[in-house]
């Protein structure tokens, strides 16, 4: 899905699946910042890639910093500690 945006003041499109344009809203809302101050800033900050790229990187970054085991337990999610007898019930049928 393409959308128009402005960076640095040029009017340019921008191409992203549906769910990345749901998740730069997101980063927008989270930063008080709209589509267009956030695209620059990412563009002042790009080396060789597309722009179009370089705001999927973004966002991919922004969630993994977000993603802290803290951020995890508060959601109720599993941590990363490995867990041998979890792994072994899943393997045996019992979960």
Do not use: Q
Not at 37 to 66: H, P, Q, W
Not at 72 to 83: E, N, P, R
């Amino acid at each position: 899905m393409s959308r128009n945006i402005l960076v640095a003041g040029r009017r340019t499109s921008l191409r992203l699946e549906p769910v990345m344009w749901d998740a730069l809203s997101e980063v927008c809302r989270r930063e008080s910042k709209n589509a267009n101050e956030l695209c620059t800033m990412i563009d002042a900050r790009r080396n060789e890639s597309s722009l179009t790229a370089a705001v999927r990187v973004f966002i991919l970054a922004y969630f993994m910093a977000a993603a802290t085991e803290e951020g995890h337990a508060i959601a109720g999610h599993g941590s990363l500690v490995d867990d041998s007898a979890a792994d072994e019930a899943v393997t045996d049928g019992a979960v």
